[in-house]
Antibody
Framework: QVQLVQSGAEVKKTGASVKVSCKVS????????IYWVRQAPGKGLEWVGG????????VYAQVVQGRLTMTEDTSTGTAYMELRSLRSEDTAVYFC??????????WGRGTLVTVSS | DVVMTQTPLSSPVILGQPASISCRSS???????????LSWLHQRPGQPPRVLIY???NRFSGVPDRFSGSGAGTDFTLKISRVDAEDVGIYYC?????????FGQGTKVEIK
């Protein structure tokens, strides 16, 4: 059974950095494109970043441009999302997701990142 | 960025009755490969979203046949033929034709 297993909740101070992991279980990370989506408390889904295979480049949402880095460790099958210079408005559940059979059909359980001063 | 606009944002429905959600995109979702990457997702509180419909009208594995999707270009619709209690939650349309991927605001479906 293919799963995306995310790391646990984080509490960070304003201005700090956070790194969230997403481990692929039951499949090979190199065969997948991992996207990151976030959801602020009581709000809708917001796409944060992912790899554009058609143009061969990483694409980030404007709101995190310059602060977000997405990386992968193929030896462990783990994708990472690091968000720097955290703001209170970055408080959200961060999901990793992928196109397994169809678009965004496989999701992690989410990682709550809380940013406070 | 492609803006996805859903209507209504809230939909109180009677069990067993039909429901419909519309989604309009600010530009065509027809990809250069000829496919239209418009999906519908359902989210219950405290859970990640799950795909119901992909590429406009394809029902995902395990999704009841009371769910159907239709549309083309910039206008799309999700229909539930007979609402069941387990259908409550928030429904999102999502486009995967263009980068960045974008979601509709979400439509809350609740039982009247």
């Amino acid at each position: 059974q293919v799963q995306l297993v995310q790391s646990g909740a984080e509490v960070k101070k304003t201005g700090a950095s956070v790194k969230v992991s997403c481990k692929v279980s039951g499949y090979t990370l190199t065969e997948l494109t991992i996207y990151w989506v976030r959801q602020a408390p009581g709000k809708g889904l917001e796409w944060v970043g992912g790899f554009d295979g058609e143009h061969g480049q990483m694409v980030y949402a404007q709101v995190v441009q310059g602060r977000l880095t997405m990386t992968e460790d193929t030896s462990t099958g783990t994708a990472y999302m690091e968000l720097r210079s955290l703001r209170s408005e970055d408080t959200a559940v961060y999901f990793c997701a992928t196109d397994f059979i169809s678009e965004f059909d496989l999701w992690g359980r989410g990682t709550l990142v809380t940013v406070s001063s | 960025d492609v803006v996805m606009t859903q209507t209504p944002l809230s939909s109180p429905v009677i069990l067993g009755q039909p429901a419909s959600i519309s989604c309009r995109s600010s530009q065509s979702l027809v990809h250069s490969d000829g496919d239209t990457y418009l999906s519908w997702l359902h989210q219950r509180p405290g859970q990640p979203p799950r795909v119901l419909i992909y590429k406009v009208s394809n029902r995902f594995s395990g999704v009841p046949d009371r769910f159907s999707g239709s549309g083309a270009g910039t206008d799309f619709t999700l229909k539930i033929s007979r609402v069941d209690a387990e259908d409550v939650g928030i429904y999102y349309c999502m486009q995967a034709t263009h980068f960045p991927r974008t979601f509709g605001q979400g439509t809350k479906v609740e039982i009247k």
